[in-house]
T-cell receptor
């Protein structure tokens, strides 16, 4: 089974709205990362949060990490049509980088 | 600035044939990974390597072998292809910061679309 599981599996919102997706994982981690994928292309790194951090910001992205609950959330504020993509969380456990099944986000104008 | 390059980009194999996928990175990264992506399954880790000459099994290693003879290359082999191995394969690499004992962001290739008939 996969290390991470994202929720929801799919999300449809309008431009300007916020998009929130969650990730739960099973084992201890060094860090947790979020990636984006457009139409089956290679993944692009968005943000990394270390196991001793609780919150991190990067532009319109906000990531939280709760290691006691083994969960993370990604918030995209003021969504744009260009944010339409699949988003994946990935856990790094001493070099073993594993991904969840992803959240498919559609942002309509 | 090539980053991570996968060869080939597309391939059609007959059941039972063998092939090798090549991943090359020019960023001097320590860690390299092979994943497969199937619809609705996200990326599943096949094998990974934490350094030249070392490899380890991931979530779905059966039917695949790997080698990392040079730091910049990570090869994925299919000895006897099966239709269940039809998938898109992604290679990735990342760096290790010894001072912080943590891995850094991974860089991905553009994928290899493999069809086994």
């Amino acid at each position: 089974s996969q290390q991470g599981e994202e929720d929801p599996q799919a999300l449809s919102i309008q431009e300007g709205e916020n998009a929130t997706m969650n990730c739960s994982y099973k084992t201890s981690i060094n860090n947790l990362q979020w990636y984006r994928q457009n139409s089956g292309r290679g993944l692009v790194h968005l943000i990394l949060i270390r196991s001793n951090e609780r919150e991190k910001h990067s532009g319109r992205l906000r990531v939280t990490l709760d290691t006691s609950k083994k969960s993370s959330s990604l918030l995209i504020t003021a969504s744009r049509a260009a944010d339409t993509a699949s988003y994946f969380c990935a856990t790094d456990s001493w070099g073993k980088l594993q991904f969840g099944a992803g959240t498919q986000v559609v942002v309509t104008p | 600035n090539a980053g991570v390059t996968q060869t080939p980009k597309f391939r059609v194999l007959k059941t039972g044939q063998s092939m090798t996928l090549l991943c090359a990175q020019d960023m001097n990264h320590e860690y390299m990974y092979w994943y497969r992506q199937d619809p609705g399954m996200g990326l599943r880790l096949i094998h990974y390597s934490v350094g030249e000459g070392t490899t380890a099994k991931g979530e779905v290693p059966d039917g695949y072998n790997v080698s990392r003879l040079k730091k910049q290359n990570f090869l994925l082999g299919l000895e006897s292809a099966a239709p269940s191995q039809t998938s898109v394969y992604f290679c990735a690499s990342s760096s290790y910061r010894a001072g912080r004992s943590v891995n850094t962001e991974a860089f991905f290739g553009q994928g290899t679309r493999l069809t086994v008939v």
